[in-house]
């Protein structure tokens, strides 16, 4: 489901991006969007394609699943983190100065991500997909993509912008609810 989800944003985020920035009458910087799709998305869908490869074909996949995907679970835990603490910053006396100005970023955002995953998850329930997809398939449907979007708005507008904010605020509330959704969605294992 990552990868199939990774793929559409690949060949969709441009084009939505694109869409978007021109219904706002605001220029549409075409490579900006393209080095940030490369940069954040290709790439790593490449690095982690061939590699999950190269090290099924050398380990096998007993190995790929006990050993090496246990030791990579912490270190992207201690990426994410990084991530976090790099945001926090360079908008942190933002946000500790306007926090109304958060509130009015977040309050969207909180609902198109709940929106979405109760759409997702109420369709996987009507089309009796099991749990072990329904939930996984909600909670990706509901992720925002916030690395790409960042990137973008860093590129096209600048550290500084009010869409650089955004997008900071936007991981800054995906991650909590995104939690809360994972514990939704194991209080409701029983519905599928």
């Known amino acids: 489901m990552v990868a199939i989800n990774s793929l559409t944003m690949l060949f969709l985020y441009g084009h939505l991006g694109g869409f978007l920035l021109g219904v706002g009458r605001l220029p549409v910087p075409w490579q900006a969007l393209l080095l940030s799709i490369s940069v954040y998305a290709a790439l790593p869908l490449?690095?982690?394609f061939a590699s999950r490869k190269?090290?099924?074909r050398a380990k096998g996949e007993n190995w790929f699943n006990e050993k090496f995907l246990h030791v990579l679970t912490p270190v992207s835990?201690?990426?994410?983190?990084f991530t976090l603490i790099l945001l926090f910053s360079f908008k942190g006396n933002i946000i500790l100065e306007k926090p109304l100005t958060i509130l009015w970023i977040a309050i969207p955002l909180f609902i198109q991500t709940n929106?979405?995953?109760w759409l997702?998850?109420?369709s996987a329930k009507l089309l009796k997909l099991e749990y072990e997809n329904?939930?996984?398939a909600a909670l990706i449907g509901a992720s925002n993509h916030f690395e790409v979007a960042i990137a973008t708005?860093?590129?096209i507008f600048g550290l500084s912008s009010g869409a650089s904010l955004a997008t900071v605020v936007g991981v800054l509330i995906e991650v909590p609810v995104m939690l809360m959704l994972v514990k939704v969605c194991r209080r409701t294992r029983n519905w599928f």
């Open 77 to 81: 835990i201690s990426a994410l983190l």
């Open 153 to 155: 708005s860093t590129m």
């Open 46 to 48: 490449l690095a982690g």
């Open 134 to 136: 329904a939930a996984p």
């Open 54 to 56: 190269l090290l099924l």
């Open 115 to 117: 929106l979405i995953f």
């Open 120 to 122: 997702t998850y109420g």
